[in-house]
């Protein structure tokens, strides 16, 4: 049972450099399984410290020893640190532990670069690099 997700490309022409009809489209589907949680729940112990509840790791050879906040990610951080679980491939091949970051890596790549910096045009495929950049702009600009 295969997932597909895919975005059209946007119908304004935002992107500067590439007509939205050139577009390469990105898709994204599960093409692994994860580990059972059943499976996984033997690697996590459930500790109490001074009235908090904390998560360890105990899958062998774990060098990991800091406190986990949940069960939640102590699961994420077994899945993707020690088994590699990367189920969902995009059809550029590259592949993800978290059908979100496929997703993420998929839209940026069909909307192309429409984030523009409004001090010097530099154009971002993503809002948070856009936005990194500018503070480094508004640096260099009161220099």
């Not at 975005?7 to 500067?16: C, T």
């Amino acid at each position: 049972n295969t997932t597909v997700h895919s975005m059209a490309p946007p119908q304004a022409s935002a992107q500067p450099l590439l007509p939205p009809s050139e577009f390469p489209q990105h898709t994204f589907s599960q093409v692994g399984t994860f580990t059972s949680l059943s499976d996984l729940e033997i690697y996590i112990i459930k500790t109490n410290e001074e009235g908090n509840t904390y998560h360890r790791c105990a899958y062998p050879s774990c060098s990991d020893k800091a406190h986990i906040p949940s069960r939640r990610h102590a699961i994420s951080h077994i899945r993707r640190v020690h088994l590699k679980e990367k189920p969902f491939m995009c059809s550029c091949g590259k592949v993800y532990a978290y059908a979100q970051d496929a997703k993420r890596h998929v839209d940026t790549k069909n909307q192309g670069k429409i984030h523009e910096c409004c001090i010097c045009n530099k154009w971002y495929a993503r809002q948070d690099y856009r936005d990194q950049h500018k503070k480094r702009c508004v640096l260099k600009e009161r220099d």
